[in-house]
């Protein structure tokens, strides 16, 4: 079956460091891959989206990768701030060929940076 | 200004009673979401409309029932609650096709006594 596993450990740094958050997936051939960010009692924020034709995706401190042959995709934060601890999510297009690729979701990593 | 709206934001009722939740987004898209986000926080899609039109539906029960008067909105009525379908509901929404960005509302947690 198609599969999205995300570290399902909590994940704690400290105030600096990188963050680097996983997402495997099986199964699955996407072509676009997206990362949010949900923060407690509220819906989830769009960070990055990156194609499976691009290794690699910057938006100011955050980068993405994208492995179409591990089949993984990495999130990582430089320069970690505590304002950085949320749950983050990636989302994989799946269905049938043409626009109506629906995301199909992970479980999300809980990020905590510590002061 | 809110881009992606949802009233109400907690709904607490009994089970057997039928509600609704409705969702407005502003940001002139043509795709809009409904999510169900249980307790171990898996998102799951349950219908997707597209100009008006339905063009997703998941394996949902019968009993919910979207509903979208213009693109702009996207109402979900739910008939005769039951326990399992305490949740948060998400709207959301984006530019077609399926795989851009969404943009999600605040959320309605609804809790079935």
């Known amino acids: 079956s198609q599969k999205i596993e995300q570290n399902s450990e909590a994940l704690n740094i400290q105030e600096g460091k990188t963050a680097t958050l996983t997402c495997n997936y099986t199964?699955?051939?996407?072509?676009?891959l997206q990362w949010y960010r949900q923060d407690p009692g509220r819906g989830p924020v769009f960070l990055l989206l990156?194609?499976?034709n691009e290794k690699e995706k910057r938006k100011e401190r955050l980068k993405v990768t994208f492995d179409t042959t591990l089949k993984q995709s990495l999130f990582h934060i430089t320069a970690s701030q505590p304002a950085d601890s949320a749950t983050y999510l990636c989302?994989?297009?799946?269905?049938?060929?043409?626009?109506?690729?629906?995301?199909?979701w992970g479980l999300g990593t809980s990020l905590a940076v510590n002061p | 200004d809110t881009a992606v709206s949802q009233t109400p934001k907690y709904l607490v009722t009994q089970m057997g009673n039928d509600k609704s939740i409705k969702c407005e987004q502003n940001?002139?898209?043509?795709?809009m979401y409904w999510y169900k986000q249980d307790s171990k926080k898996f998102l799951k899609i349950m219908f997707s409309?597209?100009?008006?039109?339905?063009?997703i539906n998941e394996t949902v029960p019968n009993r919910f029932s979207p509903k979208s008067p213009d693109k702009a909105h996207l109402n979900l009525h739910i008939n005769s609650l039951e326990l399992g379908d305490s949740a948060v509901y998400f709207c959301?929404?984006?530019?077609?096709?399926?795989?851009?960005?969404?943009?999600f509302g605040p959320g309605t947690r609804l809790t079935v006594l």
């Open positions: 409309y597209n100009n008006k039109e339905l063009i």
């Open positions: 990156i194609r499976e």
């Open positions: 199964n699955y051939s996407p072509a676009y």
């Open positions: 989302a994989l297009d799946r269905g049938n060929a043409g626009n109506n690729r629906k995301l199909i």
């Open positions: 940001l002139g898209h043509d795709t």
């Open positions: 959301a929404s984006s530019q077609y096709p399926l795989f851009n960005e969404q943009f």
